[in-house]
């Protein structure tokens, strides 16, 4: 079986990956006499990798790091310069790729930052934008202002906020909807009779999920990228 890490700005996330089918991994207790390679991403510096990564030497085990190229099979990444886009943006857009070929489709992945990308039917990544995640959004205001406060147990709704913590939390929520409501723009530009499929991931896709009606959340979406970016480079 195959170990998958992903590492983003707030938590490190791994499965073991086997037969098409995920398990959760202990970190602490890893069954390395059954694991055969490690494939990993990583957008920031990580402890826990680096000692990850060195048990994994010492068992003899290869260990693979994704990174983003220009083309991979059908799909081209939108980027000049394709090391600065995020690893774990071009993994949801190969999964996003593989599980609906040749439709276009909005991934958002709502983590430390919320990524908005689009693809186009033929394969090619149009781009994204970048956004703080929910919580930085409120905790960027509610550190940065006298009076704009959290209490902690007010969910974020797309409602009109009466008080503050509704204003700020729902404030946040709205503000990610209607820039994922942009993104749709971009492809209805391109097919204006067809639907746009959204798929959501990361810490807060399944409350966007529910934001919009047909839309998915899959919580294995950058581990499915990292198994697929595997298999396509191992045949490059
Ligand atoms: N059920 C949940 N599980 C994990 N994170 C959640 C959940 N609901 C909200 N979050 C928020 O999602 C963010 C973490 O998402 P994640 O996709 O793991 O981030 P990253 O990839 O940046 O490490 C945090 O801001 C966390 O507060
Ligand atoms: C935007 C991100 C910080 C998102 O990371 P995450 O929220 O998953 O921790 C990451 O994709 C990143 O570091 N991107 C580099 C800049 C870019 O994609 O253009
Ligand atoms: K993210």
């Not at 990174?67 to 600065?84: F, I, P, Q, T, W």
């Not at 409602?159 to 503000?175: D, H, I, M, R, S």
Request: with cysteine.
């Amino acid at each position: 079986m195959k170990l998958l890490i992903d590492v983003g700005n707030t938590s490190l996330k791994a499965v073991l990956w086997h037969s098409e089918q995920s398990q959760s991994a202990d970190i602490n207790n890893l069954p390395w006499l059954k694991i055969t390679e490690v494939i990993y991403a990583c957008v920031g510096r990580s402890d826990l990798l680096n000692d990850i990564l060195t048990q994994a030497a010492s068992n003899s085990i290869n260990c693979f790091e994704a990174k983003v190229s220009k083309k991979l099979g059908d799909l081209v990444c939108a980027y000049e310069h394709v090391g600065n886009l995020g690893i774990d943006r071009w993994l949801a857009l190969i999964a996003g790729f593989k599980l609906y070929p040749n439709k276009a489709f909005i991934v958002v992945d709502a983590g430390t930052a919320t990524t908005i990308d689009v693809l186009n039917c033929e394969g090619l990544h149009l781009g994204g934008w970048i956004l703080p995640g929910l919580d930085l959004m409120t905790s960027s205001l509610t550190q940065n202002t006298q009076g704009v406060f959290d209490d902690g147990k007010t969910p974020f709704t797309n409602e009109l906020g009466k008080n503050t913590p509704n204003g700020l939390k729902n404030g946040a929520l709205v503000a990610t909807i209607g820039a994922i409501e942009q993104a749709k723009l971009h492809l209805n530009a391109q097919k204006a009779d067809q639907a746009v499929q959204i798929i959501f991931a990361g810490g807060y896709g399944s409350l966007l999920q529910q934001q919009f009606e047909e839309s998915i959340f899959d919580s294995l979406l950058v581990m499915k990228g990292l198994n697929y970016w595997y298999e396509l480079s191992k045949t490059a």
